[in-house]
């Protein structure tokens, strides 16, 4: 069955350092990929996404994100953290079969940024 | 730009009354879903449902009733809560259109005593 491990549970940055947070996934096949953020009180915003193609990804809000098929690893990034981007991140991955609506998620990373 | 709007965004039960969560979309999207969000859990799948009159269980369906009867309509019922019912419960919509993403509610927090 698909899993995904995010393995930090809090990150504190200061504001203008770099960023990554880690996520390793389990699945048989070729994954569908997703980091999410969730903001206090909010739903959940997506990033970005993998599928296929070019293994380096762009997202929003300046976020970049890596699909390594050797280490089973989707790492998110960001090279300069901004006091806005405290939040939760989630990684997922979707659901046997290819779906990208059924998605099963990490854990999830709280970052905390320092002014 | 109303999206995926989830009513009411609190809530406190007491152990063994009912209630509906409810959540409405207004894309147009055939896929509509439920999530439970624990600490240190993630969020887990509940029900969903690929269109009106279809719905199949999640993850984590025991304790939860769904029904389909409009495209832009999916409840999520608890007919007796339980304290491990509380939790935080988001909706989510899309096509089903390969590659769509996901547009999530704001949330309802439920706390059961």
């Not at chain 2, 007491?14 to 055939?30: F, I, P, R, V, Y």
């Not at chain 2, 999520?76 to 919509?93: E, H, I």
């Not at chain 2, 899309?94 to 996901?102: N, Q």
């Amino acid at each position: 069955a698909q899993s995904v491990t995010q393995p930090d549970i809090h990150i504190t940055v200061s504001e203008g350092a770099s960023l990554e947070l880690r996520c390793n996934y389990s699945y048989g096949a070729t994954p569908y990929l997703f980091w999410y953020v969730q903001s206090p009180g909010q739903g959940l915003q997506l990033l970005l996404k993998y599928f296929s193609g070019d293994t380096l990804v762009q997202g929003i809000k300046g976020f970049e994100a890596e699909f390594k098929r050797s280490q089973s690893s989707f790492n998110l990034r960001k090279p300069s953290v901004h006091w806005s981007d405290a939040a939760e991140y989630f990684c997922a991955v979707g659901a046997q079969g290819g779906a990208t609506n059924k998605l099963i998620f990490g854990t999830g990373t709280l970052l905390a940024v320092q002014p | 730009n109303a999206g995926v709007t989830q009513t009411p965004k609190f809530q406190v039960l007491k152990t063994g009354q009912s209630m509906t969560l409810q959540c409405a979309q207004d894309m147009n999207h055939e896929y509509m879903s439920w999530y439970r969000q624990d600490p240190g859990m993630g969020l887990r799948l509940i029900h969903y449902s690929v269109g009106a009159g279809i719905t199949d269980q999640g993850e984590v369906p025991n304790g939860y009733n769904v029904s389909r009867s409009t495209t832009e309509d999916f409840p999520l019922r608890l007919l007796s809560a339980a304290p491990s019912q509380t939790s935080v419960y988001f909706c989510a919509s899309s096509s089903v259109k390969p590659r769509e993403k996901l547009f999530f509610g704001s949330g309802t927090q439920l706390s059961v005593l």
